[in-house]
C-alpha cells in the first residue's frame, strides 16, 4: 500500500519560531510537492521538487524554504513564523510522467499548523 | 495560465440519490489530464477519477463517473447512488500532458453533504 506520512497531524508554533514539517513517502517517486490548503482557496502550490536537492517555486514561495537531501524526503521550513500561515499543510508525491499513465498525486494526511 | 473552476462551493443530495459536481477549466493545450479527488473530513486526499483529454470516453469507477465535454472545457462529477460516505471535499485538478515535474492546478472544492 502507497504512503505519504507527514511529521506531524497538529502543531502549534510561536510566532517568529522556525517550524520544521516533514513529509516521507515509500514509492520511490521523483517528484514531491507541498500545497497549503484554506477554506474558500483550494489547495495552492508552495514548492515542489523532481530531483534531490533540486526544487521549484509554485504559487506562494514566499516565507518558506524546502528541502530535499533525500528522495523519499521532503521538507518544508517556515524560517520564521507568522500568523498568517496558520493553515493545512498537504505534502504530496507523483512519479515521473513519461508515458500516458500517470499524473496521480498521492498526498499525505495533512499538518494543520497554528502559530500564535 | 491555466486555471480550474468549481462554482458550487456547497451542494447537497440525499442518501443513494445521484448529485453532479461542475468543473470547468480553461486551457490552451490540447492533451492533458483531469483529475477528481476526494478529501473527507481530517481524512486523507484520495484520487476519485481520472480522465485523458485524448479520450473521448467517459470515465467511471463504480459510482463515479464524469462527463468529460473538451470542447465546451467543462468536468463535471456524477456520483449515483449517494452512501454517507461521500460527505467529503472534492476537489477537481488539471494537468497537462508530457513534463517530469506533474504539477496540478486544483479548483477551489466543493463541499458535499449526504442526508439520510
Known amino acids: 500500500d502507497v504512503k505519504v506520512t507527514q511529521s506531524s497531524r497538529y502543531l502549534v508554533k510561536r510566532t517568529g519560531e522556525k517550524v520544521f514539517l516533514e513529509c516521507v513517502q515509500d514509492?520511490?517517486?521523483?517528484?514531491m510537492f507541498w500545497y497549503r490548503q484554506d477554506p474558500g482557496l483550494g489547495l495552492r502550490l508552495i514548492y515542489f521538487s523532481y530531483d534531490v536537492k533540486m526544487k521549484e517555486k509554485g504559487d506562494i514561495p514566499e516565507g518558506y524554504s524546502v528541502s530535499r537531501e533525500k528522495k523519499e524526503r521532503f521538507s518544508l521550513i517556515l524560517e520564521s513564523a507568522s500568523t498568517n500561515q496558520t493553515s493545512m499543510y498537504l505534502c504530496a508525491s507523483s512519479s515521473l510522467t513519461s508515458g500516458r499513465i500517470g499524473g496521480e498525486q498521492f498526498f499525505g494526511p495533512g499538518t494543520r499548523l497554528t502559530v500564535l | 495560465a491555466q486555471t480550474v473552476t468549481q462554482s458550487q462551493p456547497e451542494m447537497s443530495v440525499q442518501e443513494a440519490e445521484t448529485v453532479t459536481l461542475s468543473c470547468t477549466y480553461d486551457?490552451?493545450?490540447?492533451?492533458?489530464?483531469l483529475f477528481w479527488y476526494k478529501q473527507p473530513p481530517s481524512r486523507q486526499m484520495i484520487l476519485v477519477i481520472r480522465?485523458?483529454?485524448?479520450?473521448?470516453q467517459n470515465a467511471t469507477e463504480n459510482r463515479f463517473s464524469v462527463n468529460f465535454q473538451k470542447a465546451a472545457k467543462s468536468f463535471s462529477l456524477k456520483i449515483s447512488d449517494s452512501q454517507l460516505g461521500d460527505a467529503a471535499m472534492y476537489f477537481c485538478a488539471y494537468r497537462v500532458y508530457g513534463g517530469s515535474q506533474g504539477n496540478l492546478i486544483f479548483g477551489k472544492g466543493t463541499k458535499l453533504s449526504v442526508k439520510p
Open positions: 480522465q485523458e483529454a485524448y479520450k473521448q
Open positions: 486551457t490552451s493545450e490540447s492533451d492533458y489530464y
Open positions: 514509492m520511490d517517486h521523483e517528484n
